[in-house]
């Protein structure tokens, strides 16, 4: 599964998963906030490098995660004879939604139906089972409205609208200011814009930095709180195959789910959805992906790539498989224990894959080498006009300083603001109150990014959120985070004395997790109700523990905004604005989990001497699952069994093509030219992963969920009847 982008409160939880599935699952803020939070290629996760930031090399063929105020319309008339209308961009735009805890999905009915993946729906679907019901591993379908199970705490975006706000943004920017203030004012400005923009409209507003600083886009959104689950397969036919199958090609997987919004307790008119379309994708056509991407890393200089080899990457990866082994211990003690895990555990496998690889990339000399040349020739391009080399020239230079200082500290940041040394949502719950109170005492322009006026709905929709919360899985988290942390940075460690205080990780586990009234919802609205003087007098262990490491925290995170952040986001838009004279606006940025377009066709590729064809049918699905004995993680549901013959085996049940895409997108709507829908992204294949760094359609593939393979298994399958009407209903009604 491609890494999916998820934010909010439980920034320990999301380190890892969001770094993966990001999946992660506590979720209210954008992913530049999380960019802002952690040292390592945090959100959402892709690679790429060179073309984007070369005057002189062109895209190469159907790159580009493309913003839909930028379409490169002439290229795609050029290319495949068609150039998107407005209504066109528009209709799709206005179709596709943003899940804020991660993900991408689509309206698919008039009457608030959202499709997305199976894997992207997750969160919601561990949160709703309860009283011995398993619906992620079994299964959940709802064939009547009032059956339909409300998501506790998911929220769901809209892009309504896009205003430039640059001018706006750097206004704020004085001559004298230094990197630090210029970037705490441009902060500043664009939490006065979005509180500003909200006030306005009622929408949910986000200033989003484009070209890591060269351009500010204000982002208007419809915000959907109310989701209900309607239809999931179960865990084995969405991610048939397992982690052995994760990242390849040719894959038989039903990675689908159907959610509804609702508004004033009705499902939601639409007026823009998608109409399925009657045949789906056929090998060799053109196609588009809509969705959210989380980051990428075209943009990145080589000393931050080389950051990311050495110090970054090797970090997260150690962080991954220690979690990776005490998520598999706690899964072993018991079927309800494999139950709550289950999610952490999919999302920390699909990480480890996927960073591994990417590490890998990172660790390719060719492919240094080839970023080292694209990044001289773009300095050379700079140095050859005076006035270019005196604006920009230093830039690099600046970038690598705070790469070297960044090396310095990454550890404690990571660990403490980061919270990799705090893998409890009840902490984060903790932290959330002590700086929620202490951020409200501010200006809004002053206050931290998550804690600005405009982002308080969301985050209080998840801190306050009725989920529920597993005690012994807390506490084996936190016992095994802050075991990790001691083994960082050794016992003699400062902060690591300040947080122990003389205790064992699982002695300070066991006391705060224990003792804590944050499980009640009720008190963590008292809480937070009434401030600064309840939480500093408070008496719990883990308010306690919050207050006890939040100034060294707040220290890290300053250290990290004024000395790394705060220079890339000056210097990196000065090498932004040396590309814009160099050759204009006509590329896209890097992605930032909001929409973007892409697109490719329908294609197969040649691997190892061998030639994969673009598409896999349930024939296909039954041999493999017959090859491994029909047994885990090859293992097929019982009544996928029963109801074989039902099957029509012929129908495409996945698909390939070159489409652009990175975590984030799992979940975006693949569409043809009329704009139908033709399949839903789910991955990418092995070769995929370098996108991140570098886009390449030799081997690398988007892989979707064919939409006729959908319809065949909701009808024979699973004979959700209901629901298929609906998919089917081109009337609106």
Partial sequence: MPIEFHAGTNYASDLILALAHGAVNQKSLCGEILMERYSLPYCWLRWSVLSCILAANPLVADEGLWLFNNVPKAQLKQRYGFEPGDEWLEHLRMSSVRFNNGGSGSFVSANGLVMTNHHVAADCLQKVS?????????????????????????????????EDVTAQVNKAVRPEMDSAQTFAAQRGAMSTLEKDCANQTGLRCDVVTL???GVYNLYQY???????????????????????DNFTYPRYNLDVAFLRVYESDK???????????????????????????????????????????????PFLLSLLSRRHDAL?????ESNENARIAKEDLFSIENSLKAFTGELAGL????????????????????????????AYGGAWEAIAKAQTELAQFYRERSLFEGGAAFDAQLFEMARTLVRLAAEKQKPNPERLR????????????????????????????????????????????????????????????EEAISKTVLKDVNQRRKLAEEGVKALDTSTDPMIRLALKIDEDSRALRKRYEDRVQGVERANYALIAKAIFELRGKSNYPDATFTLRLSYGTVKG?????????????FSGLYERASLHGNKVPYQLPKRWMERKPKLDLAVPLNFVSTADIIGGNSGSPVVNRQGELVGLIFDGNIHSLVWNFLYDDEKGRAIAVHSQGILEALTQIYQADTLVKELRDKSGN
């Avoid at 939601?268 to 789906?280: E, F, K, N, P, Q």
């Avoid at 598999?328 to 072993?332: A, D, G, K, P, Y």
């Fill in 222 to 244: 419809k915000k959907y709180t109310d989701v209900r689950l309607v239809f999931a397969p179960e865990y084995d036919t969405s991610f048939f195959g397992g982690d052995p």
């Fill in 130 to 162: 309860s009283g011995g019901k398993d619906y992620m591993q079994d299964g959940f379908y709802a064939p009547t409205r009032p059956t339909e199970a409300k998501c506790p705490d998911l929220e769901l975006n809209v892009l309504t609208g896009i």
């Fill in 450 to 509: 998550e804690y600005r006026e405009s982002n308080l709905p969301s985050l209080e929709l998840e801190l306050f959120s009725p989920a529920p919360i597993y005690d012994s899985f807390e506490k084996s988290k936190l016992t095994d985070s802050l075991t990790f942390m001691q083994e960082q940075l050794g016992s003699d460690h400062p902060l690591v004395k300040k947080v122990l205080d003389g205790r064992t990780p699982r002695q300070l586990a």
């Fill in 328 to 332: 598999r211990q706690f899964s072993e």
């Fill in 363 to 390: 660790r390719d000399p060719a492919l240094m080498r080839k970023k080292a040349a694209a990044e001289k020739d773009l300095q050379t391009a700079v140095a050859a006009n005076s006035k270019m080399q005196a």
């Fill in 605 to 617: 590729y040649a691997d190892h001497g061998r030639n994969i064809a673009p598409l896999t049918n």
């Fill in 211 to 213: 070209y890591q600083g």
């Fill in 267 to 313: 499902p939601a008119s639409i007026r823009h959805y998608l109409s399925w379309s009657d045949g789906g994708a056929r090998d060799g056509e053109l196609v588009f992906v809509s969705g959210h991407p989380g980051s990428t890393n075209r943009m990145n200089t080589l000393a931050r790539l080389e950051y990311l080899r050495d110090k970054g990457y």
